[in-house]
C-alpha cells in the first residue's frame, strides 16, 4: 500500500469515528507505530486531522488541497476497479440511454468498462473528462459528446460557462458522479468550485444518480458542496467502508453497495 492511500483511509477512518490511536493503526495497516505517527504528523500539517497524545481527532476544517491526477489513479486501485465492475449494474439494461458521466479516475474506470462490455447497446455518453471521452470513443461507441469549456489540466475536466450551458439542454437516464469526499452534513464535495458547478448540473438533469466513492473519502470534507445526500439515489463503495457510516447513508433512503476487491 502507497503511502498517499494509507493516509487517505486514516483520514477517513478519524472522520467517521472521531478519534483514532496510534496502536491500533499500525495493526490495522501492520505498520510500525512509528510510520503510523509520521502519517499522523503528515495528515496534521495537511489540515486533515488534528494530533492528540497517542492518536488524532477529527478535524474541523473543511479541505482545499487537491491531490494530482497521478497519483488519485495509483491509490486505491484495486477498490476503483472493483468499483467501476459492480457500477455496471446501474446501467439501464436499454437499447438506448443517455448517459452522464463526470470527471475523476473512478468515473474513469468505469469509462472503460463500458467501452469493453456494451455489446450491440448504442449508449448516448455527455462527459466533461477528456480521458473517458477518448476512450469510449476508441471503443467504437457512435455517440460520445465531450462537453465544450476550458480544460482544468491537473483533472484532465472541462469546466466553464459553456459546459453549463450545454448541461442545462440535456437530461439522462443516469449520471455517474465521482467524489472526492462524501460526509453526512456536507454531502459530496470537491476542492473546486468550477468542477463542482458541473458535477451539480450533471446531479440536478439526471433521473437516477449513482456516486462511486472508494471508502477513504468517506467522513471527509472539501470547501466545496456539490449535492446534499437527499440528491443521491446509490453510492457503490468497497468493502473496507466502516459498516456505522454505511449504515447512515441508509438510514437517509440511499441505496449503498459494498464492491468486493478480488
Known amino acids: 500500500m502507497y503511502a498517499e492511500e494509507r493516509r487517505r483511509q486514516i483520514a477517513s477512518l478519524t472522520a467517521v469515528e472521531g478519534r483514532v490511536n496510534v496502536t491500533e493503526l499500525a495493526q490495522r495497516f501492520d505498520v510500525t507505530a512509528e510510520t503510523i505517527r509520521r502519517d499522523l504528523s503528515a495528515l496534521h500539517d495537511e489540515g486533515a486531522v488534528q494530533r492528540v497524545h497517542g492518536g488524532a481527532v477529527a478535524s474541523q476544517s473543511y479541505r482545499s488541497t487537491e491531490i494530482p491526477l497521478d497519483t488519485r489513479q495509483r491509490a486505491s486501485l484495486a477498490a476503483k476497479t472493483a468499483i467501476a465492475e459492480t457500477a455496471l449494474q446501474f446501467v439501464p439494461d436499454t437499447q438506448n440511454c443517455t448517459i452522464f458521466l463526470d470527471s475523476g479516475t473512478t468515473i474513469s474506470s468505469l469509462g472503460k468498462r463500458l467501452a469493453e462490455t456494451r455489446g450491440d447497446k448504442e449508449y448516448s455518453v455527455v462527459t466533461n473528462s477528456i480521458p473517458t471521452a477518448l476512450e469510449l470513443s476508441d471503443s467504437g461507441l457512435p455517440d460520445v459528446q465531450l ?59 439526471a433521473r437516477k444518480v449513482v456516486v462511486l466513492c472508494d471508502s477513504t473519502k468517506l467522513g471527509n470534507d472539501y470547501v466545496v458542496s456539490f449535492a446534499p445526500l437527499t440528491d443521491i439515489d446509490v453510492v457503490v463503495t468497497d468493502a473496507e467502508a466502516p459498516s456505522a457510516f454505511v449504515d447512515e447513508l441508509r438510514s437517509h433512503g440511499i441505496e449503498v453497495v459494498l464492491a468486493q476487491t478480488q
Open 147 to 205: 462537453l465544450g469549456g476550458s480544460v482544468r489540466p491537473i483533472s484532465q475536466a472541462v469546466v466553464g460557462s459553456t459546459a453549463l450551458r450545454t448541461l442545462a439542454l440535456l437530461r439522462a437516464d443516469v449520471a455517474f458522479v465521482g467524489t472526492n469526499a462524501l460526509s453526512i452534513g456536507h454531502g459530496l464535495s470537491t476542492p473546486d468550485a468550477q468542477e463542482a458547478a458541473v458535477k451539480a448540473a450533471m446531479v440536478t438533469n
